[in-house]
């Protein structure tokens, strides 16, 4: 049982920069492949970016493809997000979990997330 906790978010203005952390609660966290999701309100929860258990393969939503890079270290139980060109649209709470490749289907339960506002 992993219990991860979303952490990074805040308040940036477009075009600018945030880098989000997911660290988990053991070691187990190196077995699963990982993927972030976010959720707006009044809308479903989406896909953003996704790694392998070992790092080797990563995905992204089309719609931060190119801007988004995810990592992820095992050694200190985290995976990160680093989110460049930020847009309004990314003003949403930001969310990992443990994802079943390749379908990126979330395999845990949800966090609170980590709240991210872009300013225009």
């Known amino acids: 049982q992993v219990q991860l906790v979303e952490s990074g978010g805040g308040l940036v203005q477009a075009g600018g920069s945030l880098r989000l952390s997911c660290a988990a609660s053991?070691?187990?966290?190196?077995?699963?492949?990982m993927g972030w999701f976010r959720q707006a309100p009044g809308k479903e929860r989406e896909f953003v970016a996704a790694?392998?258990?070992?790092?080797?393969?990563?995905k992204y939503a089309d719609s931060v493809k190119g801007r988004f890079t995810i990592s992820r270290d095992n050694a200190k139980n985290t995976v990160f997000l680093q989110m460049n060109s930020l847009e309004p649209e990314g003003t949403t709470v930001y969310y990992c979990?443990?994802?079943?490749?390749?379908?990126?289907?979330?395999?845990?339960?949800w966090g609170q997330g980590t709240q991210v506002t872009v300013s225009s």
């Open positions: 979990n443990a994802v079943r490749l390749p379908t990126m289907t979330p395999l845990g339960s």
């Open positions: 790694i392998s258990w070992n790092g080797g393969s990563t």
């Open positions: 053991t070691r187990t966290f190196s077995t699963y492949a």
